[in-house]
C-alpha cells in the first residue's frame, strides 16, 4: 500500500512542488487549499506526470469543520498518513500602524499560526507510526523584519510550536521537522513583493530560490531526521549571529542588513 501524505496549500508554490516530489516516490497525495479550482487543476498535474493517487480537498486551515470534513473522509477510507504537511500560509508588508483594523491585523496570526497548530490538532491522531509532520516556517520566525511585524511574529510563533509538539511526540515514533526558508519565487512571494514600499526594497536580499529546489532540499532534510531544516548559508549565517553575538552587537548588525521606513 502506497504511503499517504497531506499537504495543507498545495496547489502552487512550495505545497505544490512538495506533493509533486512525493507523488514521484510513489506516495499516495492529498492536497487542501482554498481555491477549488487551482487545487484540482493541481492534481492533475500531478497525476498526469506520475500517474499518482491525487485527491484534493477545499479548505480553509483556520475553519475547523472543513478540516473535520476532510478528517472523516481520510478516516472514512480507512487511510493513515504517513506525512502531514503544513504549509498553508500568509504574508502582507505593513507596518502595525498601517493596518485598517484589528481583523487584518490579526488575520496572519489566524493563517500561519493558529491555521497549523488547528490542522496539527485536526490530522494528528491519523498519522502512522514512524511518520513524519513537517511545519514550513520562515527565516522570518528567526529574527525581526520591520514591515513583517504579524508575519515573523506567526512564524516564530510556528517554530517554538514544532519545537514543543517534536517533545511531546518523542516516545510516540512520530518526527517534527520545520523549514524556514527565505525568499521563494512563488506566486505568493510575486504578489508580496509587488506590493511592498519602496523602502523594503533596499536591503541585501538576494535573488529568490525556485520552488523545485526549496522542496527538494527540505524534503532531503526532513528524510534526514533535521528538526530545523535551513535552506540557505546566509540564513545559517545569521542564525549563528543572533544565537553567538551579544543582543547589542546582534542589533547593530541587523539594523544595518535590514531595511527600516523613512
Known sequence: MDKVALITGGSSGIGFEIAKKLAEKKYSIIITGR??????????NIRSLYNADVEAFSSDTTDEESLKKIFLQIKAKKEKLDMLILNAGSVSTKLVSEY???KDLKREIDINLWGTILATYIFLPLLNKGGKILLISSAFGLMGAAGYTTYCASKAGVIN?????RRELLNK???????????IDTPMYRKEYKNMPEW????ARGAAMKPEKAADIILKKCFKNKF???LTADILSLILLIKLTPIRFKNYILDKIF????
Open 35 to 44: 481555491n477549488l479550482e487551482k487545487l484540482q487543476k493541481a492534481a492533475d
Open 100 to 102: 485598517a483594523n484589528t
Open 161 to 165: 510550536f514544532a519545537d514543543a509538539l
Open 173 to 183: 515514533e512520530i518526527s517534527v521537522h520545520v523549514a524556514c526558508p527565505s525568499d
Open 200 to 203: 523594503m526594497k533596499k536591503d
Open 228 to 230: 530545523l531544516i535551513i
Open 259 to 262: 531595511p527600516i521606513p523613512d
